[in-house]
């Protein structure tokens, strides 16, 4: 069948994606076997260039690290919390050919959160500044969290995270990474949105609270040590593949006007695939 609507992931690297095996489920739950997705790897240098040349059949992109904050640049309108976050992970394409920006990890970190027990106004740490990080403290702020504590390597990424926390009425704290086992161990819930490896010297540091709640964005490999060091201690943990199928449910509607999408055949394509991993 020849395909009229195109989607995919764009970011770099890109190869251990799982969304297409999320939406290309989806697309066959809801019968739109005319669509396809699929992943590009893309540069930040090379995004204006390619979104650029991309033809009417492409219906939306889902765009990933590193590229969530030039996406938003290149929108011809965002959704509230994309401008607020300054950061987008899903470009829509609009009837007139213009380019929508939105971020669905905030409403996804939300999900994920409530799912793992989080009540509200939680007391939550942030381990790192990027565009994760920076729906993270959306997030936070959603869950009527009075502030919010960014960990980070570097203090100057930390900092530029102040408008963020200033637009969604959430006081930033900002703690040393010397200090992140401490920072962790404070808080009700902990997100790290840090790459694969960066948090790992962190394991066997924090002394986890029983019952507090560790999101780590990070599902290959999973489980990592934070969170397997979290899970030991008594905490509560939520992965990644969480986050990457509760983000994927509002693209996926945004993408293709369906709504509900079909969840639970984009959650056990998910598990399947990460299960052979």
């Known amino acids: 069948m020849t395909v009229a609507h195109r989607a995919a992931v764009l970011g770099k690297p890109i190869g251990h994606s799982l969304s297409p095996v999320i939406h290309s489920a989806g697309f066959a739950a809801a019968g739109l076997f005319d669509w396809s997705y699929e992943a590009v790897e893309c540069a930040e240098s090379e995004l204006p260039a390619l979104v650029a040349g991309l033809g009417p059949e492409w219906a939306g992109l889902s765009v990933t690290m590193p590229l969530k904050e030039v996406a938003l640049s290149l929108a011809a309108s965002a959704s509230a919390v994309a401008t607020a976050v300054g950061a987008a992970n899903t470009l829509v394409r609009r009837p007139d050919g213009a380019w929508h920006a939105d971020n669905t990890d905030v409403a996804g970190m939300v999900r994920v959160l409530r799912d793992a027990g989080v009540g509200d106004a939680p007391a939550v740490a942030v381990l790192g500044a990027g565009g994760t990080a920076r729906a993270a403290v959306a997030a936070a702020a959603a869950l009527g969290a009075p502030a919010v504590t960014v960990v980070a390597r570097r203090p100057e990424a930390a900092a530029e995270l102040a408008g963020v926390g200033a637009a969604l009425g959430v006081r930033l704290l900002t703690a040393a990474w010397a200090d992140a086992p401490a920072a962790l161990a404070a808080a009700d819930v902990a997100v790290a949105t840090v790459p694969k490896g960066a948090a790992d010297p962190l394991a066997a540091a924090v002394p986890w609270r029983r019952g507090a709640v560790l999101f780590d964005a990070i599902y290959d490999p999973w489980p990592t040590p934070l969170a397997a060091a979290a899970a030991a201690a008594g905490a509560r943990v939520a992965s ?38």
Do not use: I, K, S
């Not at 996926?252 to 959650?267: D, L, N, S």
């Open 240 to 277: 990644g593949l969480d986050l990457l199928l509760a983000q994927a449910l509002g693209q996926f509607e945004q993408f293709t006007g369906v709504a509900p999408a079909p969840e639970a055949a984009m959650r056990n394509a998910l598990l399947a695939a990460a299960a052979t991993r």
